[in-house]
Structure formats: C-alpha cells, structure tokens
C-alpha cells in the first residue's frame, strides 16, 4: 500500500494548535526523514491569540557571533555532564561542536580537564589533521575523541555537536548486543533512530576505526557501541547533550525493566510501532534543543558569573517554517 499524502498546511506551522498538530502528524504514515535535521516549534494549545515567548535556536547574522554562542553552551554542556556523574571516568569523555566559521574544524574539551569547570575560553579548535589551532585553548586532547568525533563530523556534515561518555548503564547494556525497545514515551524519541556498532577493536586511536564507527551511525541520531557505550549527535550541542542523558536514562530503565519482568517471569510491554514512530516525530531538533535550556540555565546561574545567558549576536524566530514531512 502506497503512503497516503501528507495533507497540505495552509498555515505557518507556529500557528497551528496541538491539536491540529496532532491531526496532522496521524494523518500521514509519512515518516520523518532520518538524513537530515528539522526545525520546528513546539505547537501551541488552542487559539492562542496574544503573544507567547517561545524558546527557539537563534539565528545570527555574524559567524563571530554563533562561534561565541556554540562556545557558550558547549561549555554549558561540558559543565551538566559533569554535574551528573559523566565525568567519571578520567579522560574518557569528549563533547565536540562544528566550527560557523571553519566548517572543517571542531571544538572539543581539553584532554584531563575537569567537566564541571568548564568555560568557553578552556576549549580546544582542532582541524582534520589533528592539529590544535591558536584560536583555542593550545592544551592536550584526547586522540580517541579526536578520532571518534573527527569520522562523525566528516561523514554528517549536518552534524553540528557529538556527546560520548562513559555511564555505568551504558557500558552494562552495550554488552547485550540490543537496541532500545520503545518501552516508555522517552524511549520513542529514538525508536528506529539509532543503530549499533557491534565491531569493538580497543581504544579508538586509528582513524579507520572512527571511519567505520561513523558508518555504523548512519544517518541516525545515536550509536552504541558494542562493549564500549553510546555517541549521540545533534543540530546543536544542546540537543546533542540532551539526547546523551536521555538515552543513557533509557537504558537505564530499560535493564530495570528488564530485570524485573525476568524476575516476575513476564516480558515488558511494547509502545506499538504507529504510536512510537508519532511520538519520535513529534521530537524535532529544536525541541530537543528546548528540552535543554532548562539545564542550561541551571549551569548559568549555577556558575557564579563564569557563565552568561546570552553570548551576543542571538536572533530569535524564523520567518519560515519547512515542512519536510
């Protein structure tokens, strides 16, 4: 059976209610294309009439200013992996961010520097070679996170930011060989949207193994990785970040569930496939990037000045809004 047309929005997709959303999303079996990112605000409930702030990426009209602010809330990041206990492994985590102005260069966290300390100025830029460039931070980076994040950058240029940490649920479920079941609504925003990379060969510091780890993601949002952990990506370092501590907080649901239904002598019980492919689409990029503004402004304020809100530069709102599916 062929799919059945998505229905035609005559209205910017901001001004259409949550329920008209709704109707919308079911009506199409289209699916969400896996390939590239989409945008999209969160749907207002009922007609709402008077303004409402919204929160959305911002836009920038100078590539200074969206450096300083992937800066800014990459170190932001760095700083809620370490307040959750991702940063206990030594040096064995790395967070990377696209550079705006050379696409071909990437921040990353300085090698055996604390994450719960981390301010813009400690990032290093690194390029393709490996080289640390003077516009950073000229300090040590990890090779495994260079060779791991360089292959993802390279093979997804839609790819803005990558999170990988060691988490104790993490390294337990990627022993099991299995993907994560849609067994509550948080597990459906990656419901056939992450794959595995079942090819462990050590500590990654050749680059044939993060070629071969990038292949594996795919076009997806998420990776595990077989005796080792998971890598997100995402159109922004936020929303990477975000789905980082989502995924690891599946997991960890998911091996309690499992336990328990062994325990009990039953099996958990499934979202269906319709009900867990509506709600991965309902999780666009930005709102994956809205779902972390709330931590965000918790490492602001709870950074005693180090950290601002804003960088400078931010634009808000979009005059269009595509509709890709």
């Known amino acids: 059976m062929a799919p059945a047309a998505i229905e035609t929005v005559t209205r910017p997709i901001d001004q259409l209610t949550g329920e008209e959303r709704y109707r ?56 809620w992996l370490g307040e959750n206990g991702y940063n206990n492994e030594g040096a064995g985590g790395h967070v990377t961010v696209r550079d705006p102005i050379k696409p071909d260069h990437f921040w990353i966290n300085p090698f055996c520097k604390s994450f719960r300390y981390m301010k813009p100025e400690d990032l290093c830029l690194v390029n393709e070679e490996g080289i640390v460039q003077p516009e950073g931070n000229m300090h040590a980076i990890n090779p495994a996170g260079f060779s791991i994040h360089l292959a993802v950058h390279q093979a997804r240029p839609d790819v803005v930011a990558a999170v990988h940490c060691h988490s104790i649920p993490t390294k337990a479920f990627s022993a099991l060989g299995a993907k994560l079941e849609p067994i509550n609504q948080d597990a459906c925003r990656f419901y056939e949207d992450h794959a595995i990379y079942d090819n462990f060969g050590g ?71 319709e009900e867990a492919v509506y709600t991965r689409r309902v999780y666009t990029d930005e709102m994956e990037y809205n779902m972390f503004q709330s931590c965000f402004e918790d490492m602001v304020r709870g950074s005693h000045g180090e950290l601002s809100m804003l960088s400078g530069g931010e634009r808000n709102g979009y005059d269009q809004f595509p509709r890709d599916w």
């Open 203 to 273: 500590i990654v510091l050749a680059h044939e193994e993060g070629r071969r780890l990038a292949k594996a993601l795919g076009n997806k949002k998420a990776v595990i990785l077989q005796n080792h952990g998971i890598l997100t990506v995402g159109k922004s370092v936020d929303a990477a970040t975000y789905l980082f501590g989502a995924m690891d907080r599946c997991i960890e649901a998911q091996l309690q569930a499992d336990a328990a239904a062994a325990g009990r002598g039953t099996e958990t019980i499934k979202i269906g496939h």
């Open 24 to 79: 919308q999303l079911k009506s199409s079996v289209g699916d969400r294309p896996l390939d590239r990112f989409i945008y999209g605000p969160h749907p207002i409930s009922g007609s709402q009439t008077d303004p409402v702030k919204q929160v959305r990426i911002p836009t920038f009209s100078d590539p200074r200013d969206e450096r300083a602010f992937r800066k800014l809330h990459a170190a932001a990041c760095i700083r």
